[in-house]
């Protein structure tokens, strides 16, 4: 089944919105609260089909978990050691932040169990976290680098030391979720700031950690506490709605309880250097995450260098940001961004070939793209499968200058069920076909 968006041009988007929960946080919250002692209680949780991947992944492993129902989610937490062997293969679909994760979590099970995922999952790279679990004597077996990934169990971890070489939340939080079971401790140091969910859920379930410059370390055999979880709404989610304001003239749009974490806000960074109206509202904190409302109203865009510090900081958001980048005035340059290849598609590709597509000069380097504003055309664009690349050529249609298709749109509901009606309210003329 081709589910396509067609997406009509014009309109402007206002209003009160609330976007789904977190994803990154979302995850977490199932893999802690599955391994805490005592019932943890989740609100806000994402009902996409990434985190339902990694509730089900635990489930299979005889955790007792209720809901979702309307974001809440009950876990009875099984303690550190009271995982058992799944039945069958554990199945992922799309999601790379479950396999990444799960790899670490269950090199040092005392079962083997075998991750899979979809065709998109299938191609995705998976060294960069079994090199360094081999390191700490794991066992895995891959497809020349890819999934599936056969993990062997009953292997006693030792605790390493590891510089990152390239910036990834992912592999950090494989490494400290595998640095809990292990021997001594773990070490880890990043190139640059990346997110820091795992390190921040784990200080709130009572698990010590360490964090000095950009090292951070954890000693295996400590515990983790039960405790209650409020998943903020996804800044991820709530990038194409703050674009789509930025660039659609008469907006003025208000992101309810967003989470502004420092290591996720480069998005906001990015836009108010390119001249976008954004302003917080009604700071707070929730589980040792901050959150606040966005308001972003309409104003003018430039090009502009973006910074390389700022990658890490929005590297889920670059999609949404490249149509900003298409309807600014002169030209906007990213490099530092080779990560950006090897997300669910290869987004430097797939972006500036439908950019292209609709008129818009893009053209990719090996670590970014560089894009000159101009009018953006009509057209049909496709996807790849990829739920940021589809949400952000919806948003493109408020400045083109008639319809975009987008094609291959059914995995936007790994991360943004209900992003139709959601953007529908918000003033977005779409309409959603299945053939």
Same mark, same amino acid.
């Given at each position: ?27 977490? $919250? ?13 609100? #806000? ?141 773990? $070490? ?31 000693? #295996? ?29 008469? $907006? ?184």
């Amino acid at each position: 089944m081709n589910r396509k968006y067609i997406v009509h041009p014009g309109g402007q988007i206002t209003g009160e919105l609330r976007v789904p929960g977190d994803k990154s946080i979302s995850h977490r $919250s199932i893999m802690l609260g599955a391994l805490a002692e005592g019932t943890t209680e989740v609100t #806000g949780f994402l009902e996409g089909e990434d985190a339902l991947a990694t509730l089900a992944a635990f489930r299979a492993m005889g955790v007792h978990i209720i809901g979702p129902d309307k974001g809440k989610v009950t876990i009875h937490g099984v303690g550190m050691h009271g995982l058992k062997a799944p039945e069958a293969d554990l199945y992922l679909g799309n999601s790379g932040t479950s396999m990444r994760l799960l790899s670490g979590l269950l090199a040092a099970q005392n079962f083997d169990v075998t991750l899979t995922g979809d065709k998109s999952l299938s191609g995705r790279p998976m060294k960069r976290v079994t090199d360094p679990l081999a390191l700490m004597g794991a066992e895995i077996d891959t497809n020349e680098g890819k999934p599936p990934l056969k993990i062997h169990g009953g292997k006693q971890l030792r605790g390493i030391d590891y510089d990152l070489p390239m910036a990834s939340a992912q592999v950090k939080s494989c490494l400290l979720l595998a640095g809990m079971y292990a021997e001594g401790k773990t $070490s880890v140091t990043e190139p640059a700031p990346t997110r820091d969910h795992t390190e921040r859920m784990l200080g709130g379930m009572g698990y010590p950690l360490q964090q000095q410059d950009s090292t951070v370390t954890i000693e #295996g055999g400590a515990k983790l506490t039960a405790t209650r979880i409020d998943v903020p709404a996804d800044i991820s989610s709530a990038t194409f709605f703050m674009v789509a304001a930025a660039i659609a003239p008469g $907006s003025d749009v208000t992101l309810k309880h967003v989470g502004i974490n420092p290591t996720r806000i480069g998005v906001i960074n990015i836009l108010k250097q390119m001249g976008a109206d954004i302003s917080l509202h009604n700071e707070a904190e929730t589980g040792g995450e901050p959150v606040a409302d966005i308001r972003v109203k309409y104003a003018p865009l430039k090009g502009i260098q973006i910074p390389e510090d700022q990658v890490p900081l929005a590297i889920d958001e670059f999609p949404a940001l490249f149509i900003a980048a298409a309807c600014a005035e002169g030209e906007t340059v990213l490099t530092g961004a080779e990560e950006l290849r090897v997300k669910e598609s290869d987004r430097i590709q797939v972006m500036a070939d439908g950019l292209t597509t609709l008129g818009i000069d893009a053209r990719p380097t090996e670590d970014g793209i560089v894009i000159h504003g101009g009018v953006i055309g009509s057209g049909e664009v496709d996807s790849h499968g990829d739920h940021r690349i589809a949400m952000s050529f919806a948003v493109a249609a408020l400045q083109a200058g008639g319809s975009i298709q987008i094609n291959d749109c059914a995995n936007v509901a790994t991360s943004f069920p209900g992003f139709v009606e959601l953007a529908s309210q918000a003033g977005l003329n779409i309409e959603e076909i299945d053939d």
